[in-house]
């Protein structure tokens, strides 16, 4: 049973890191990384697909992307993805690639971007802090049952606030991370 309180408590707090990460992948840095695509949908013979799935993407530089698909007939359905996608990038068509140029970001969109960045790390944050709330209340319960002993009781609510220290740690750390990348011209 206790084991299954911390197994629990830290796959939420995992999740909570997780959704983080991804969240923060979406936030456009003013470099080209090749996740910032992950959202363009495809229609390639009647079906939305993932624009990796139907085309080579690299970038040849830190402002570029270079599209290339791996049948020509889908270069057309991959330029209206990505403008319908409202990525804010131009596609520029050669007939056998798409390039996309990254805008640059100004200091004001900059400090913006930190501020909506902030947000969603405190929602990460929250998050973890749910999950510790849900695991001491477990404990509490079973305390209370007499299920484990009042020492018990202490001494998992202590692993707890732990392993919510750390997790509130990683979360700071990946935020400095972000907005020292946004920040960084």
């Known amino acids: 049973m206790i084991e299954e309180i911390k197994k629990d408590a830290t796959s939420s707090m995992e999740q909570a890191i997780s959704s983080l990460i991804e969240e923060l992948k979406k ?10 695509l992950d959202s363009v949908k495809v229609n ?3 079906a939305l697909n993932p624009l990796n ?3 080579s993407v690299s970038c040849p530089d830190s402002r570029t992307f270079v599209i290339a698909p791996w049948e020509a007939a889908v270069l057309k359905d991959i330029q209206a993805a990505i403008l319908k996608s409202n990525l804010g990038m131009a596609p520029q068509n050669d007939g056998k690639v798409i390039r996309l140029k990254v805008p640059e970001l100004t200091e004001e969109r900059r400090k913006d971007m930190v501020k909506s ?4 790390v405190e929602d990460a944050r929250i998050s973890v802090r749910q999950a510790r709330k849900e695991a001491n ?3 509490k319960k079973a305390q209370k049952d007499k299920d484990i002993g009042e020492d018990d009781e ?3 609510l202590t692993k707890i606030q732990e392993l919510t220290d750390s997790y509130i740690k990683k979360i700071d750390g990946i935020s400095e991370d972000k907005e020292k990348e946004l920040l960084t011209i």
């Open 137 to 139: 209340d477990v404990i």
């Open 27 to 36: 936030v456009r840095t003013g470099r080209a990384n090749v996740s910032m």
């Open 117 to 120: 960045i902030k947000k969603t």
């Open 53 to 55: 799935q139907v085309a």
């Open 44 to 46: 390639y013979y009647g």
């Open 154 to 156: 202490k001494v998992l």
